[in-house]
């Protein structure tokens, strides 16, 4: 099982280290925006310079992961990003396409944090 929670967790640090850095450095191709309350949020995202943000917590949190060091830090907030994830693809773009990769970032997520449950009983006590 360490083994199997540490090829989750260099996962899910690779893809939110790639996609924060592809935020903050743009080296994949931008699709056009989409229609509707979808496309105006993403421009005001761009626009604003709120990407930028959000792609550094994601680097981040990523890096956490990756490097095995507060790792239940970076899982916080890898779950605030993933929480937004879920919010704009039920909310504003509810394409089965684009939920797929929030349900496996949750999974992995999910996955961990069952790991590291001793880290967050603090919390979770009544």
């Known amino acids: 099982m360490k083994i199997l929670t540490i090829i989750v967790r260099v996962l899910l640090g690779l893809i939110f280290v790639f996609f924060g850095s592809n935020g903050l450095l743009h080296f994949l191709p931008m699709p056009p925006l989409p229609q509707g309350v979808a496309g ?15 792609s550094s917590f994601q680097v981040v949190g ?13 899982l916080t907030i890898l779950g605030a990003i993933i ?10 773009a509810p394409e089965p396409a684009g939920l797929a990769p929030a349900i496996v970032v949750s999974i992995l997520e999910l996955f961990l944090v069952c790991r590291y449950r001793e880290a967050f009983a603090g919390i979770l006590r009544p």
């Open 40 to 54: 105006e949020y993403l421009h005001a995202f761009f626009a604003s310079g709120y990407v930028y943000v959000i």
């Open 62 to 74: 990523g890096l956490l992961l990756l490097i095995g060091r507060f790792v239940p830090l970076g």
């Open 83 to 92: 929480v937004n994830i879920w919010a704009f693809h039920l909310l504003m």
